[in-house]
């Protein structure tokens, strides 16, 4: 099973989110970086809600997902 | 008698009985598109030099005596992230518009040209897809013929609003998280977002992968289910199905979840509900989280698709856009492939419940539209913000690919709103025939509107 907490996303500083962004060789203004930040955050706590949740191990992602 | 409330398979019939050419309808839809669209921003482009030569070709093939195809003469418009020959595909952005103009139609522009529809141009959107307001920083806002004060809904928001306005009986969109359902809900129209894969996508501006759907817009069921059967690539029919009505069906409502939404949207659900003979209710399983996983893998793909233009033209994104994509772009691994894992239980556990009831109804937006600008709103005491929020309730239903019909209901003096018609995948059929009976009983119902 696979039952993960994360950090709480009100956790998440604007400096981690600085230090990600340059991994992706992305340069934000100092606005932007304030707004990517609220959006990181947004992210987080629904990424929080997704790996809180127990999930059989054989259960794999569905990438190229077809409903059928 | 063919004017800006005809439908597609009215103008149709009219221009294939000889009551009126191709050449004359394409005129006045064009004339209409010049003197109105001004009051909406619905259209980026108009194509008039290639909707006069394609009705031309279809009053001629009348003239020879051929026997026309299904929407010979129907004027259309598309979202501007289908390639229009010699269109340049901006998808709502103004990094798009320094690329070459497209060399070729996209499939489903090639399918409605080959059903005799006539393309009269492009129409606006939220950049790159990626929004449920159309407030587009370069292209300026899409305003509700409703009421030009409130957002049209996005991110297909100028195909909703032509339609909504009279501009056009049809227009194409995509849908990857709700973006013809919520402009559908806001402009008050029937719009259809198909299974996922069910239609052809190539030639269209991709945001997410694992849900870009295509779909369409229209004031009857009847257009849908035509343009449907015309654009998917099997062989079987809905539109022969319309008239099958409800009887024997078993049709429930979404709970839980679902119910978060105000006492519009609560009374446009137990309408339909009272109309269908729907008294049970379904409770899908973790909605909430499925509606967060939809979120993350978007944030995660439409991310990554941009990260170049992220990492070289960042300020020429819309403000409103470059934010949450370079969020994105810094989603770890680990949450996305949860969320994929979390999609392919979701999928399994809704199949359950599709053993039990044939179609699910639920609300498509938690309320009407709202003020252009407005950032946040309150449903039950709850107060988030606008633009992420709308598709709360459509989320979860593209996640895992299902056939929605959104259904409008019209409110006298206010603002429509939509309820989404759900069926297993593959069944277009069973949400189009459920649309049709809603149509006929006058319980739905999608007038021109230009307030």
């Known amino acids: ?68 | 008698m063919v004017d800006e409330t005809s439908h597609a398979i009215e103008i149709a019939a009219a221009i294939r009985t000889g009551s009126v050419s191709a050449l004359e309808v394409t005129k006045q839809a064009l004339a209409r598109v010049n003197s109105l669209d001004q009051h909406y921003n619905s259209f980026t482009a108009v194509t008039a030099d290639r909707a006069l030569k394609e009705a031309a070709a279809i009053d001629a093939l009348k003239q020879q005596g051929a026997t026309l195809p299904p929407l010979a003469g129907v004027p259309y418009a598309v979202k501007n992230l289908f390639d229009v020959q010699d269109l340049i595909t901006l998808a709502g952005s103004k990094i798009n518009a320094s690329n070459a103009p497209a060399s070729n139609d996209a499939a489903l522009v090639k399918a409605m040209q080959k059903s005799g529809a006539i393309m009269l141009g492009a129409l606006n959107m939220d950049e790159y897809a990626y929004g449920f307001t159309t407030e587009n920083h370069h292209y300026g806002a899409t305003y509700n013929p409703h009421d030009v004060t409130r957002s049209a809904g996005g991110s297909s928001g100028g195909s909703a609003a032509a339609v909504a306005a009279g501009l056009v009986p049809l227009a194409l969109g995509s849908d990857t998280n709700g973006s013809v359902r919520v402009p559908s809900s806001m402009c008050g129209l029937f719009g259809l977002k198909p299974t996922y894969g069910a239609l052809n996508l190539d030639g269209m501006f991709p945001f997410v992968h694992s849900f870009d759907h295509a779909g369409l817009f229209a004031r009857s069921s009847l257009d849908l289910a035509l343009t449907f059967d015309l654009l998917q690539s099997t062989s079987s029919s809905c539109l022969g199905q319309m008239g099958d009505g409800v009887a024997g069906l078993r049709i429930a409502r979404a709970g839980g979840y679902f119910e978060q939404c105000d006492a519009q949207a609560q009374s446009a659900v137990a309408l339909v509900a009272e109309a269908l003979q729907a008294s049970s209710t379904i409770h899908l399983p973790e909605v909430a989280r499925a509606r967060s996983s939809a979120y993350v893998i978007t944030a995660s793909e439409g991310g990554n698709r941009h990260l170049q233009r992220l990492q070289s033209r960042a300020q020429d994104f819309d403000p409103l856009t470059r934010p949450r994509l370079a969020a994105g772009t810094l989603v770890p691994a680990a949450w996305y492939i949860q969320a994929q894992r979390f999609r392919a239980w979701f999928y399994q556990q809704v199949m359950q419940i599709f053993d039990h009831v044939d179609i699910i109804i639920a609300p498509a937006t938690p309320c009407c539209a709202q003020k252009i600008g407005q950032e946040t709103m309150t449903i039950q005491g709850v107060t988030m913000p606008v633009r992420p929020n709308m598709g709360m309730f459509t989320q979860p239903i593209s996640f895992i690919g299902l056939p929605v019909v959104a259904v409008p209901i019209q409110k006298v003096g206010g603002m429509p709103i939509a309820v989404q018609i759900i069926a297993p995948p593959k069944r277009e059929d069973l949400v189009l025939r459920v649309a049709a009976y809603l149509e006929r009983s006058g319980v739905c119902t999608a007038p021109v509107v230009r307030n």
């Open chain 1, 1 to 68: 099973m696979s039952h993960i907490s994360l950090v709480n996303s009100s956790d998440i500083s604007l400096e981690q989110v600085e230090d990600l962004a340059k991994l992706q060789s992305l340069s934000l203004s100092t606005e932007d970086l304030a707004n990517t930040h609220q959006q990181f955050k947004l992210i987080a706590s629904h990424a929080n809600l997704v790996m809180a949740f127990a999930l059989d191990e054989t259960i794999e992602p569905a990438p190229e997902f077809r409903p059928w």
